[in-house]
């Protein structure tokens, strides 16, 4: 029973490394993103779907803007609010991860993410919303490799143009004009604060990974 066990255990590693292996080996090329913007994302093009199957017309409202023209108010608030160690980690805060694991046991189900800004960026630009250990994994390696690649900047810069803000709502200035009639840059901190806490739930769903 015992080599059996352990012939078991064994195989569950090979396999386990086959699949890291598979999944690092199809990573998509993060590297275009240096100097290239994205047109559109995952998250979009479910959001349509979504719209498309109610019989509605997809809408989406989105204003890309430089790092630059984002104001320091926005900017700390999505920090404090979504990843406080945005600036301290590299990609994967392993603190929060350990924790999220470990209430997600207790739990017996997909409750708490952990996910970090870069994290969020992965899932938003390429993966599914759909809770699983697979895309958890695909999302914690892509997040490695994108902090391997881009600048801190470039991932905030790219996070603050896609992330969600309501429904057909993409990036923080098409929010700040929606929400505020006003660009980004002038948010001040309490509206900045605003917008913030619409990120953990942007079309009102009190579950989000």
């Known amino acids: 029973m015992f080599r059996l066990g352990l012939k078991l255990l064994l195989g569950l590693f090979v396999l386990g490394a086959l699949l890291v292996t598979y999944e690092y080996l199809n990573l998509p090329d993060v590297g275009k993103l240096k100097s290239a913007n994205p047109r559109t994302t995952a998250l979009m ?39 406080a160690g945005f600036f301290s980690h590299q990609g994967v805060d392993l603190f929060e991860l ?29 993966l599914s919303p759909e809770k699983s250990l697979l895309r958890k994994m695909r999302e914690i390696m892509i997040a490695f490799e994108m902090e391997r690649v881009l600048s801190k900047r470039r991932i905030m810069e790219i996070y603050l143009n896609v992330a969600e803000w309501g429904p057909g709502l993409y990036g923080a200035e098409a929010a700040a004009q929606h929400y505020f009639s006003k660009p980004a840059l002038s948010l001040t901190p309490g509206e900045a604060a605003t917008l913030a806490a619409l990120l953990p739930s942007p079309l009102g769903s009190k579950d989000r990974d």
């Open 45 to 83: 093009q479910i959001r349509d779907q979504q719209q498309l199957r109610k019989g509605l017309k997809p809408l989406r409202r989105q204003l890309w803007v430089p790092y630059g023209s984002f104001g320091d108010a926005i900017k700390k608030a999505v920090i404090l609010g979504e990843d």
């Open 98 to 126: 350990k924790e999220a694991v470990k209430e997600d046991l207790e739990r017996g189900r997909f409750k708490r993410g952990a996910s970090t800004i870069t994290m969020q960026l992965a899932r938003n630009l390429y």
